[in-house]
């Protein structure tokens, strides 16, 4: 099978995969993964994250933000150095942003300042946003919608939500980022998955985490994307080649061809 692919959001270049990264990239392609977009975290990583894209050139490609859960007390520092990065060169989106109510909640005004500030950066520099939204999604549906004044687009990636919440997310024009979840035994997601249009979604492993069935519990990486596109293929009940051909294009409408 000749399957044409797009990895959304992948963090191939942490410390996970600096000893097999070539191999772990190599696997990707006989898959027909043709490109990757690495989601920021925070300055730690930044680093390591644009080497692999000037490695990889035209394969790999950077974007740039603070995670919400790299928000601590040193934020400001952080996004200055975020708005350095933006300032000096391209980057394909701002991400990853948002909010993470999970973990902490300590940073929670200082979470939306910043995906509030990250924002406005992304609309000055026309370029999509990638949302991390994890116990917060009315919050970040509600700080996206007070930016959505036409132009603002992007992707809620690694989406778990409810249908409701997906319906929301559609009708401001962004699109579900849907991965490894999709395969597990307990979720709701596939019934979501059914619902929505394939015009909203776009595939993602978020390697190395959320791995699919069947590789769950191990290290996950963008060549499992194959996991992903045949179970909504199958959820959708339309042709692999099919699932994987409107995720793609949608993937390049939001990060250009
Ligand atoms: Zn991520």
Redesign the pocket.
Known sequence: MNLQLIDT?T?LYGNEFTKDIKAVIERAENEGVQRFYL?A?DSETHDAMIQLEADFPGKCFAMMGL?PCSVKDDYKQELALVADWLGKRAFKAVG?IGLDYYWDKTFVDAQQEAFHQQIEWALHYQVPIVI?SRDSMADSIRIVREHQKGSLRGIF??FTGTLEEAQQIIDLGFYLGIGGVVTYKNTHLREVVKAVSMDNIVLET?SP?LTPVPFRGKRNESSYLKYVVEKIAEVKEIPVEEAARLTTENAKKIFGA
């Open positions: 959001h963090h989601p975290i995670h990853e991390h990636h690694c978020d985490y």
